[in-house]
């Protein structure tokens, strides 16, 4: 045989390895075939071809695994078995940015199933990996990388204790301050989802200074952005006193409330949220809010929006009249109290109209002054019927019940 | 002897009385002296009873004197503390009605100020009022931002659009799609058709675009997004460094060159169209002299096929004539 013709023989090979790993992503892209790739075998066939020589197969192949491995839980499952993970997270380092891509791209669709997988990842050292990809200067990069950590992150509070070990935090905030918006909406979900477990994890992200810049970012006008930045805000603010009070001093307020007209609904359930972490605290943190009009903003989003987007403003309202007589005063002056029983008849699930209930008994309960108020809003039958109301829950029944009781006795 | 016997008897009646009584004696002896025992210490008694009860007696005065005396001192303690303790009251009644009248207007200044809390209220509601207010109108801005953008958007798209078609464009030969005789007038499309001016694709089809005479109104209301659009050029300053040069080797004569047979078919086919137009007598000299002005005219071979002569007199100017000559002689 001539020397052409071996060669030809090679490059046929990787031709067809090449044409075949192509076919196989883009079938995996779509989730009607992949029942039908799963049973051909394509996770032994991939395999090996992940460990190929030329790198746009093995690019190829790590999207195509990307792909199935984000459709199923069983198939990311196989992913970690055949021990795929450790090649793919030591060629992290190495290679060039579209398998970088590829390769966070399947990290993160292994991670996001369950706990367990996520442990696997970390186990296998992939956060540290991702977190050295994260000071790449690829954006897409970048964006793969924190996506991914934002899913190991996501689980439970030990997995994103290991995610902030591995020093991924002075990078996330780094990657705020990227030109992308990609990037700055990923860094801020990581972050949301760093935080929301434990308060030492919201103070170690608040102490690299991520709260300023995240503050900085409320009047982008892109939504999504807006929708994770008002997420990681509200998470970190729900732990304790002292992180909501650093979050206020951050002076979001006046100009978050001009969210909750936004046209995402999103956002708005957002701030919503934000609010209601901040004002759960104490007294002085309601009042910050009422004094910039929040309750005029929130009495309106509740009237405009359905089912569970309102249960954030129902459960705000609640606390802000739950700390002293005057900001129920100030709840009730605001039209909070039509608005609750407008909430209260509209919705169905039990467990808003539960929250709506308490709501109403936080407001009530100070004066005699305050219950005239809630009667006057012929609330008391609706609780009563609610309360005989067989087929409602536990938790509404016993809502209902200290409420009604504390209205009675005080007419 | 007798009397000595009597006596004798007497003394043996003697002795034995002195015998019967010391016997009797000897017998109450006894008892005599436990009587005088009894009558001696029953004395003594009373004696020492007396002499008690006399020191009783004394003891009974001394006694309530003193006690007289140190109660007496008590009842004046008890009366002084008594005093004090009315006067203490009668302070203690007098600061407590200035505490309580104190505490009745440091509560109601400060702490639970009435007014306050209802200027607060107040100040609540204008505030949500003037927060509803401005949100509201930040709502609308933001609404009609979104509707422009889409308008801008959407006219951007029809431009393109209308860029793309051009051969739709109805000719005086052909009316076109959007030009149907059987309409009173031609559809916008026509309008946006006969705006954009044409362009051959160039290499750089998507950045040097065509040059829109006179927009209609999106790029009066939004001129900061109509910047970015490519195909909307407000200012014509802007168009000509983006365009790139006509190629060189561009079909358009320059100049007089003719072909070789135009004259002579100028001059073979003049009598067809004096014969054409009237019939004057001396038409024919006329149409010569007209002929010789309109000499530069390579558009007189346009001019006859369309019929109009007289409206490409302004086109002749000599300038034209002799640059053309002369660059006819140099090369």
Redesign the interface.
Known sequence: MSQRQIIQAFEQYQKSRLQFVQTVSDLASRPQNIEMLQNAGVMSLLRPLMLDVVPSIQQTAALALGHLADHSDDLAEAVVKEDILPHLISSLASQNNSYKKAAAFVLRAVAKHSPELSQAVVACGGVDALVVCLSDFDPGVKEAAAWALGFIARHNASLSQSVVDAGAIPQLVMCLLEPKVTVKRIAASTLSDICKHTPELAQTVVESGAIAHLAQMILNPDAKLKRQVFSALSQISKHSISLAEMVIEAEIFPAA??C????DEFVRKNVCTLMREVVKHTPELSQVI????G???VV?YLGNCQGNLRLPGIMMLGYVAAHSE?LA??VI??KGVPQLSLCLSEETEHHIKAATVWSIGQIGQHTPEHAKVVATANLLPKLLELYMDACSSEDLQAKVRSPTQIKIRYD | MAELMKIETQVELFIEEILHRHNQAEENRKRENQAAIRIQSWFRACRVRAYLSHLHKKAVIIQKIWRGFTARARFRQMVKEAYFIMKMNFYEEMAVRIQRRWRGFFVRKYTHNFYA?KR??RG??V??????R???E??EL??RE?NCLELVKEQTAKVYLAHRSHHLLSTKQCPGVFNPPFKPAPHEMEQLLRQVKYQPPTRLAPGGGTRVLGMPSPAALSVPWTRESPWIKTRRSCCSPRFTLPPIASKKQQGLLREPGEVWEQHVNCPDLTLRLQTSYTHLEEAQNHLQQLQPAKFYRRTIRTGNMLHNQGLNSDAFTKTAYAKKFIL
């Open positions: 409330v001009v909750l007209r936004d046209q009422v004094n910039c009009g309750m005029a903003a309106d005057k005063m100030a002056l605001s | 809390r607060y209220l609540v509601l505030n949500n009022e003037f927060v509803r401005d949100l509201d930040l709502e933001q609404r979104k």
